[in-house]
Each structure stands twice: as C-alpha cells, then as structure tokens.
C-alpha cells in the first residue's frame, strides 16, 4: 500500500514538474520565436520604407521618368534599380497596380549571377504565387519555396505618382528556423533531463514523507492483531458461558431470558467484529495467505444459500438459485482458489443482500462459466445505493447515511473484506445499483488458476 502511494505521489510529483516545464519550455520558445520573426519584419518594414522613399524620388527625376514610361517594354523586369542597404540574403520588387512586375532588386553586389549569400540563386519562379498574392499592409509571412523558407510581405504605395504600385520584399529565414528547431530539440531534451531528475527527487522526498506514516500505521495494524487476539479469549468464556445458561434458558424468567438473548446476539455481534479486524490486520501487511484447492464453486454458493435460509426467512426474503440444477454447473465451475476464503466472500455479499433487502424481496444467486473464466452474481431486490456511493462501498466503516446504519446490524468491515479477498485471488469484484431497485454483485475468478500462494493484497 505505501509502495503505491509513495509511486503515486512520485508520479503526481512528476506530472506537476512535467507540466511546469513544457509551459516553461513552450513559453521560452515562443519568446524566441516572437523575437526572430519581430526582428526580421523590422528589417523588411525598414528596407520597404526606404525603398519607398527611393522610389519616390526616381519617379521625379528624368531617369524615372523614362523607367515609368507606358512605352518602356515591361517582359523584362529592371533589375538595375535596387534600394540602398539591400541584403545579400533580401530581395525587393516593385509591382504596378495591374500586378505587372516593374522592378526585380537583387544586391548590387551580387547582381550578375542572382545569388544568395549562400551562393544559392532566388527562388523566383516558386515565390510567384506569393508575388502575385495581394498584399496586407506591414504584414509579413513565412514562404516555403524549393526547400526554404523566405519571410515575405510588403506594402501599397499611398500617395504620389506611383500611387497603388505595391512594393514586395523578401528575406530568407532558413537559418532561423533550423535554430529554432534545434533549439525545439534541445529544450525537450534538458526538459527530459529535469523530469528525470525531479521524478527522482520526487520519489526520494516521497519516501522520506511517507516514512513516519508507515511507522505509525504499522504500530496501529500491530495493536489491531493484538488487540483481536486478547478480545477473543474473554469472548470465548463468554460465548461459552451464555451456551451453559442457554441450556438452562427455559428455567429463567422472562426478563433474565431476554437479557440472555440480547446478551447473546451483542456476543455474537462482537465475536464478527473481532474476527473481521484479525483478518483485516493480516491482509493490511501486505499478504493474505491462502490455502489453494480444487472446489465447486456452484456447491460453495448453494451451501452459503442453505447456510443463510433461516435468517433469509426470519426477514421474510427469499433465496434463488438462479442457475438450472444439472451437473453441467458442477462440471464447469471448478475453480483453484481458497474454499474458505471464496466462501467468506460468497457468506458476506449473500448476506448483504438479505441484510438490506425489503419484506418479501428476493436476493439470486447465478454462475456463468466460460473456458477462460467463472462469474457468479449475487443481485438483490433491497433498497439499493445512489452512484456517488459505489466507489466508497468497500471502504471500512463506511455508511451511506443512517437510514442504513439504524437498520444493519452488521460491522460495516464486510465489503472492505469481500475486497482484499478478491484482491487476494486476482479476481474482479463490480457492482451495479439503483435506489428502491436492487444491487448487483459480481465476481469473476479465472477457471483455472496458478497458486495464489502469499498473493500481495493491493
């Protein structure tokens, strides 16, 4: 149990760094990010309002106005033209409102050969379609063309001659983004180097906290075997004792022998409890040792049923059996487990359904059986449980309200009992409830088992 929790703090630890560390990591890398891209639309805002400017005053100058003219051929985009400062990694276009290019700027340095500072030459045929797209005003783009990536955007002229002609610029941002995915990798793995680290610490402070409450809760399981030790011995005498008077009950009056049933019922009440916290506190250290055998599960059940009649019909609930009464269950239903534990699981959860059933209910007991697996259901007409309450049931001591502890007489250890006996044997316990409905129970064992044999209780 304490393995578990100190696992689960260690993993909830882990969970808390993890999630602290990919908001970190991603908050870290959108600044990054944030800050590359702000730079280079800078830039490109920068060389948009200087070639602008530039432009501007060709426009009024008697070379531009033979550049501007209407006759000047316009399939051969000048390329002579070229803002100042134009990187050799930018390039800059200038557009006339019918889309026709009229300018295409390359470095002055590197105007002959069209090349790139990485000596790689402009994509100009792959950045056409971006080219030709309208542009929103001082707002650029990422641009993927022949394997790399450009930032591009530009702006439209407002005013002057060359009103409305649009001015393009383009910048290459392969670099950033590789840095950006390296960096992408090297922040996951630091963040997997800080996760192990802090999984690590979290397990080593989860063990170191959960030292003191492992000492205390095993003195409270040694002083619960022991004290279940010492009550049985006076109960003993005392059961033994009311047994002598019993024979003699029809000698006492009235009053003295409804004092010795009541003293009886209290007795026998207190043996169940002492006999639930024994097993409890053996269970609690971790193993429930069982003794494994070869039985009919389909013979435990209908024992448990004639076991239980007298009480059933004292309540005035009705026990069925309902499986057909051939010797195909017989054959089928044998199992490998602990008869006396399975037997214990089938008594409490039969019981129950007696225990808080109505007058003139019925409580069914059923088996299926397949190659692989044996169920057998225990379903109730009682008077049933709101869902809230079914993940709280096998709780010890656990009550719904006191509509049900006024009305059960039984320890309120049963189902906490019915678990760690399911538990024990690898089987699954489910239930299902409706209020004023019913109940149903089922356990499903494996058919054939492997020795159960000091089986860790979870």
């Not at 557009?95 to 105007?111: C, M, R, T, V, W």
């Not at 609930?317 to 044998?334: M, S, T, Y």
Request: net charge neutral; no cysteine; charged share 25%.
């Amino acid at each position: 149990m304490f393995k578990q929790t100190r696992t689960r703090l260690t993993r909830e630890f882990s969970l808390t760094v993890g999630i602290i560390l990919i908001i970190s990591a991603v908050f870290s890398l959108w600044m990054v990010q944030h800050m590359l891209t702000t730079t280079e639309d800078n830039q490109l805002l920068s060389l948009s309002k200087q070639y602008e400017t530039e432009l501007q005053k060709l426009v009024e100058s008697p070379k531009g106005q033979s550049l501007f003219d209407a006759s000047v051929d316009k399939t051969k985009p000048n390329n002579v033209f070229a803002p100042t400062g134009l990187q050799l990694n930018q390039m800059a276009w200038l557009l006339d409102p019918k889309g026709e290019i009229i300018f295409q700027s390359i470095p002055e340095s590197d105007a002959q050969e069209s090349k790139l500072a990485s000596g790689e030459t402009f994509p100009f045929t792959a950045l056409l379609p971006s080219l030709f797209a309208k542009p929103v005003d001082n707002k650029f783009h990422n641009v993927r063309a022949e394997g790399r990536t450009f930032r591009m955007g530009g702006i439209v002229i407002p005013a002057g001659e060359i009103k409305d002609f649009r001015i393009i610029v383009a910048q290459e941002a392969t670099s950033d983004i590789a840095l950006m995915t390296r960096l992408r990798w090297a922040f996951a793995g630091f963040a997997l180097l800080l996760l192990a680290a802090g999984g690590a610490a979290g397990f080593f402070l989860a063990g170191r906290a959960m030292g003191p409450i492992a000492q205390a809760f095993r003195r409270q399981e040694q002083f619960t075997s022991d004290a279940s030790h010492e009550l049985r011995t006076p109960l003993s005498i005392l059961k033994s004792a009311y047994e002598v008077l019993g024979e003699q009950s029809d000698k006492l009056p009235d009053f003295h022998r409804n004092v010795l049933t009541k003293s009886g019922r209290e007795i026998h009440h207190m043996s169940r409890l002492v006999d639930n916290l024994l097993v409890l506190a053996r269970s609690d250290s971790g193993r429930m040792e069982l003794v494994v055998s070869r039985f009919s599960l389909s013979s435990a059940i209908r024992h448990v049923l004639e076991q239980l009649e007298p009480i059933a019909k004292s309540k005035q609930v009705q026990l069925e059996w309902g499986n057909r009464k051939d010797a195909h269950d017989e054959i089928e239903a044998i199992i490998e487990a602990d008869e006396v534990r399975i037997r214990q699981l089938i008594l409490i959860l039969i019981e129950n359904a007696v225990q808080y059933n109505r007058e003139g209910g019925k409580v069914i007991a059923s088996l299926e059986t397949t190659p692989q697996k044996t169920s057998f259901t225990v379903t109730d007409t009682g008077i049933g449980m709101e869902k809230e309450h079914l993940p709280r049931i096998f709780e010890r001591f656990y009550r719904m309200d006191k509509a049900r502890t006024r009305r059960s007489e039984g320890t309120g250890l049963g189902l906490a009992i019915a678990k760690q006996i399911a538990d024990a044997h690898r089987a699954k316990i489910e239930v299902w409830s409706e209020p004023q409905i019913g109940t149903t129970f089922r356990i499903t064992l494996p058919s054939v088992s492997d020795s159960f044999q000091n089986v860790p209780v979870s």
